[in-house]
């Protein structure tokens, strides 16, 4: 408990500032499930990147950096970036066969930031 005063119209208050158990545990509670559905939120986002395609590395770098920017309570961890390698015809290539277009995705997991918590 806390007590502070105060001048509000030349009247003097005093006010008594209570924690309580209860209220204690709902804040908890209420942040928690923030969390949680922010988490599914930074999923859906990290799912979509996942899936696409960049002309180059740098260009996939930032796009994930922008991406972990977004989020208040997670960040990306155990980033990987992988080339993947298009050819003109369908099916497999053959091994002379050369691409016509490098792509690059993007890949990683989430964690929470505890800190923020």
């Not at 961890?77 to 277009?101: C, D």
């Amino acid at each position: 408990m806390v007590e502070k005063s105060s001048d509000y119209g030349e009247i003097k208050q005093r006010w008594l500032i209570v924690e309580s158990e209860a209220r204690k545990k709902s804040s908890i509670k209420q942040v928690n499930k923030q969390v949680e559905k922010q988490k599914e939120k930074a999923s859906a986002a990290l799912r979509k990147l996942s899936k696409q395609t960049f002309a180059c590395d740098p260009d996939a770098k930032k796009a994930l950096k922008k991406l972990s920017n977004s989020f208040k309570y997670h960040k990306i961890n155990n980033i990987q970036y992988q080339k993947t390698a298009e050819y003109e015809q369908s099916g497999r290539p053959s091994k002379l066969a050369n691409p016509t277009q490098i792509n690059y995705r993007v890949t990683g997991e989430l964690e929470t930031k505890l800190e923020v918590i």
